[in-house]
């Protein structure tokens, strides 16, 4: 079975500042996909990044980016620019590429704190 | 732009009582999923439906844990005979039907057991 591992329970930074977020997994599939998603207290859950493994290229999003090492199934997050909306629990999440495997499998958060 | 809602946002219910949560999609997305989520820790998958048919049932669904999705709009989740250890959030996301694609998901349902 999958598993995701976030060994980072809780982490802050500096407003403007740029913080990295680590994540572990473990896998036997050579295929599948990773995400990052934001959950902004008493708020909804967003995705905050993307990255399919079969594409070399990192993923950016704007402030957001990506560290994807595939042989050492590391997925870190990188924010740069640091904004106090930053502000929130982020999970690393796993998931099948297959048609029929839609779960997806996180980690256990980690919560990141932007000091003004 | 409607997300996905869920209703209600906060249940509390006495042990033994029966709770029913519901969940309406983004209006073009086929695909359904609920999750359980603990205090601190990240949410876990329970269930998936593809339009009405449940495809993947996780074995956290026990006996006492039943999801619909009738006619593959809005979906429902049952607990019957509620334990204190059902309290925890339970949440709805929705997807369209390419692969790959972000589960978009809802705000939440709170399950208080007292």
């Avoid at chain 1, 990506?66 to 997050?77: D, E, M, R």
């Amino acid at each position: 079975a999958q598993t995701v591992t976030q060994s980072q329970p809780e982490m802050s930074v500096q407003e403007a500042e740029t913080v990295t977020l680590s994540c572990t997994y473990d896998t036997s599939e050579s295929d599948y996909y990773l995400f990052w998603y934001k959950q902004p207290p008493s708020r909804q859950m967003i995705l905050v990044i993307r990255q399919e493994a079969y594409k070399q290229q990192n993923a950016t999003e704007n402030r957001f980016s990506v560290n994807f090492q595939k042989a050492a199934k590391s997925f870190s997050l990188k924010i740069s620019d640091s904004q106090l909306g930053d502000a929130a629990m982020y999970f690393c999440a796993y998931r099948r590429p297959f048609q029929g495997a839609q779960k997806l499998v996180f980690g256990q958060g980690t919560r990141l704190t932007i000091n003004p | 732009d409607t997300g996905v809602s869920q209703d209600p946002r906060h249940k509390i219910t006495k042990r033994g009582q029966n709770v029913t949560f519901r969940c309406d999609p983004i209006s073009e997305h086929n695909r359904l999923y609920w999750y359980r989520q603990t205090l601190g820790q990240g949410p876990e998958f329970l269930t998936y439906f593809q339009n009405e048919a449940q495809l993947e049932k996780s074995r956290l669904l026990s006996d006492r844990f039943s999801a619909e999705r009738p006619k593959g709009s809005f979906s429902t989740l049952e607990i019957q005979r509620t334990e204190q250890g059902d309290s925890a959030m339970y949440l709805c996301a929705s997807s369209p039907r390419e692969g790959g694609s972000e589960q978009y998901f809802g705000p939440g349902t709170r399950l208080t057991v007292t």
